[in-house]
C-alpha cells in the first residue's frame, strides 16, 4: 500500500471544495485507499491558513469550530509522524522542507501537492512528487505516472 503525505495545499482544497479531487483523494485515504503520513507542522499550517488567511475566509463561508473539527478529523485518520529530521531542501520555501521531512521520516513513496516548489522538485530520494490530479491517476490504475 502506498504511504503519501498530502501537503497543506491539499488539504485546504479538500476543506473547501467537497467535491473537487483533492476531497476524493482525503476520502480514499479515509477509506483505506492508501495510508496518509501527517506531521502535526502540516496540520498546524492546514488549521492557520483556514483560519486567518482573509482571501479564504473571505471568499468561503465556514466555522472556526469545523476547521478545528476537521483537523481533529485528520489527526484521527491519518499515521502521524513525530520527529520530523532537520533538511533543507528546498530554498525558496523553506516551510516546505517539513512536508518532505515528514516523507522521510514515514517512509513515503509519494508527496501529493499543488506547491510548485515541491512539485519542482519531482523527487527527492525515493519519493515522488505529484499532484493531486497524477495521484488519483496513480491510484485508479492510469500509466501517466510523473
Known amino acids: 500500500m502506498h504511504k503519501v503525505v498530502l501537503d497543506s495545499t491539499v488539504l485546504v482544497s ?6 473537487g479531487v483533492s476531497a476524493e483523494l482525503l476520502y480514499k485515504a479515509k477509506g483505506g485507499g492508501f495510508d496518509m503520513c501527517l506531521a502535526e507542522e502540516i496540520l498546524e499550517e492546514v488549521q492557520r491558513a483556514l483560519l486567518q488567511y482573509q482571501k479564504i475566509r473571505k471568499r468561503y463561508h465556514y466555522t472556526d469550530q469545523a476547521v478545528i473539527q ?25 516551510n516546505d522542507n517539513m512536508v518532505v521531512a515528514c516523507a522521510l521520516k514515514a517512509g513515503a513513496n509519494y508527496i501529493v501537492t499543488r506547491d510548485n516548489d515541491l512539485l519542482s522538485l519531482k ?24
Open 14 to 19: 479538500a476543506f473547501l471544495a467537497k467535491t
Open 70 to 94: 476537521f483537523v481533529q478529523n485528520l489527526r484521527i485518520v491519518a499515521h502521524l509522524i513525530t520527529g520530523l529530521p532537520s533538511i533543507e531542501v528546498v530554498n525558496s520555501d523553506p
Open 123 to 146: 523527487n527527492y530520494e525515493d519519493i515522488k512528487i505529484v499532484t493531486p490530479e497524477n495521484f488519483i491517476g496513480i491510484l485508479r490504475g492510469s500509466k501517466h505516472q510523473p
